[in-house]
């Protein structure tokens, strides 16, 4: 089985529609792929609705957090839609999702960048706009040859010149809410240096203690030696390992599966899950 569990749609800031990524990851030979687009679920259903026979959909979503200044990224899977609670705290962090980036345009103006609102919001579309939305911007006026390069402290990099602030969840919060919703909590891509600051292995440990599920280890963002030392806390700690592509269409290189899960994981994650069932084949309803 070829499983991937982390890409993105254009309900967030990916290139495809659902109903282009479950086609997509189809046809990369994918048995098993996980929608989970920033802070929402709205990808879901269109995504279910045009499922191939022969390929799983894994509904989750990809939770924006910071801890002690640093900001992470939590991966929920199987969780239910209708929670109330988690819902609502997704709601905060996407209302602020548009403030957010108007304050990185003002920035990147003030830095005689000749960016434009209305070409950010043009690039996000109906999605949930964010920061590759932007380095998309930046990509079209020349100022940075790929959305990956607009991640850096010169740019948008956490701390970065044109970096803003939002509101996210506590990582510790997020993982309350993820359980209680029945669903599976994984800490996405987490030794991503390239991005910025990452947290410390004591914070890692410290969500294992309060219900952390998982890390994400096989990540374009980690190299060899991140890989071994991050599987070699997860055997510590107990923890679930994944891989995944981190798919965003054509606004990143990366292609659908080009990092995996164990089937024996994804078996792990599904018996974990009390939130939602992953789908087979031509759709179907997710909640239990």
């Known amino acids: 089985?070829?499983?991937?569990?982390?890409?993105?749609?254009?309900?967030?800031?990916?290139?495809?529609?659902?109903?282009?990524?479950?086609?997509?990851?189809?046809?990369?030979?994918?048995?098993?792929?996980?929608?989970?687009?920033?802070?929402?679920?709205?990808?879901?259903?269109?995504?279910?609705?045009?499922?191939?026979?022969?390929?799983?959909?894994?509904?989750?979503?990809?939770?924006?957090?910071?801890?002690?200044?640093?900001?992470?990224?939590?991966?929920?899977?199987?969780?239910?839609?209708?929670?109330?609670?988690?819902?609502?705290?997704?709601?905060?962090?996407?209302?602020?999702?548009?403030?957010?980036?108007?304050?990185?345009?003002?920035?990147?103006?003030?830095?005689?960048?000749?960016?434009?609102?209305?070409?950010?919001a043009r690039i996000a579309g109906d999605g949930s706009v964010g920061r590759p939305h932007v380095a998309a911007a930046l990509v079209e006026l020349g100022v940075v040859p790929t959305v990956s390069d607009a991640f850096t402290p010169d740019w948008l990099g956490n701390g970065g010149r044109a970096y803003a602030e939002k509101h996210e969840f506590d990582p510790f919060e997020a993982v309350r809410l993820v359980k209680a919703a029945g669903g599976v909590a994984v800490f996405a891509h987490p030794g991503a240096v390239k991005r910025g600051a990452v947290v410390p292995e004591s914070t890692i440990a410290a969500l294992a203690e309060a219900g952390l599920d998982g890390i994400e280890v096989d990540h374009m963002d980690h190299d060899g030696p991140t890989r071994a030392r991050l599987r070699g806390l997860a055997r510590e700690l107990g923890l679930l390992t994944t891989g995944s592509s981190d798919y965003h269409g054509s606004r990143k290189t990366v292609e659908l599966g080009a990092c995996t899960t164990d089937p024996e994981i994804y078996g792990e994650i599904t018996r974990r899950a009390t939130g939602a069932f992953p789908v087979p084949g031509a759709g179907g309803a997710v909640r239990r």
């Open 1 to 120: 089985m070829r499983i991937d569990l982390h890409t993105h749609s254009t309900a967030s800031d990916g290139t495809d529609t659902p109903a282009e990524l479950v086609a997509n990851a189809a046809a990369a030979g994918l048995d098993v792929v996980a929608l989970t687009d920033h802070d929402t679920v709205g990808g879901h259903q269109r995504a279910i609705d045009a499922l191939p026979e022969g390929l799983t959909l894994v509904t989750g979503a990809e939770l924006s957090c910071r801890v002690d200044g640093v900001g992470m990224h939590l991966l929920a899977y199987l969780f239910d839609p209708a929670d109330a609670e988690l819902e609502r705290a997704r709601e905060l962090v996407r209302d602020d999702r548009v403030p957010r980036a108007q304050e990185m345009v003002r920035k990147l103006r003030a830095l005689d960048v000749p960016i434009t609102w209305e070409q950010v």
